[in-house]
């Protein structure tokens, strides 16, 4: 049983390169999300969709964009990535219940920019 | 906005001895949930436990509990026995209900718990 899957699971990159994040889960979740962790910053929430088709800005959306083409992905693309974006990246997933509405997390992705 | 704040970035415990984590919230939502989840140094996001808003009786799951106190807007982990496995971060972390059945939610800081033998 996947659940939630990232890849890559590192990435280097240069001032001013793009590149995207893929996030697939196989749990038949409406629900998913990008994350942030910085070290003392906890996680911070850069984009979440609540489905097929919909996405919305979190409290750190600048410099990122997202896609939500199919309900299974949730891709997140660096236009022209920066040293501030050097950061681990965690992708979430999570059904629609009123309670407990517990988050599934991908093994994140670890990206540094020089 | 809504907010999760966790104000003990470090703590050391010794082993078996309980220990509560803090965290406060704030939010003008009626209806919202709150979770504690750990990460272990392997960087695995796991979780632990959570509270509704509208819940009676605080949550339990095993050796963790959380200390709900609405009115205080506070929502503690306390981990009874400690063990040397729960060395860890632990992060405080609220749902907000957007509209219908639509939610996102965001995370405090963090607090390091290092349990010694």
């Known amino acids: 049983n996947a659940g939630v899957t990232q890849t890559p699971k590192f990435r280097v990159l240069k001032t001013g390169q793009s590149m995207t994040l893929l996030c697939a889960q196989d749990m038949n979740h409406e629900y998913m999300y990008w994350y942030r962790q910085d070290p003392g910053m906890g996680l911070r929430l850069i984009h979440y969709?609540?489905?097929?088709?919909?996405?919305a800005k979190g409290e750190v959306p600048d410099g990122y964009n997202v896609s939500r083409l199919k309900k299974q992905n949730f891709l997140l693309g660096l236009e022209s990535a920066a040293p501030s974006q050097t950061s681990v990246y965690f992708c979430a997933s999570s059904e629609i219940q009123e309670t407990n509405e517990k988050l599934f997390f991908g093994s994140g992705t670890q990206l540094s920019v020089l | 906005a809504q907010k999760i704040t966790q104000t003990q970035p470090g703590m050391f415990v010794q082993e078996k001895e309980a220990v509560t984590l803090d965290c406060t919230y704030d939010t003008s939502d009626p209806s919202y949930g709150l979770f504690w989840y750990k990460q272990p140094s392997s960087g695995e996001m796991i979780f632990l436990i959570y509270q509704g808003s509208y819940d009676q009786q605080n949550a339990t799951e095993g050796r963790y509990s959380l200390n709900f106190q609405k009115a205080r807007k506070s929502a503690n982990l306390v981990i009874s026995a400690s063990q040397l496995g729960d060395s860890a971060m632990y992060f405080c972390a609220m749902r907000e209900v957007l509209y219908s059945s639509a939610s996102k939610i965001i995370f405090g800081s963090g607090t390091r718990l290092s349990i010694r033998p």
């Open positions: 969709s609540v489905g097929e088709g919909t996405t």
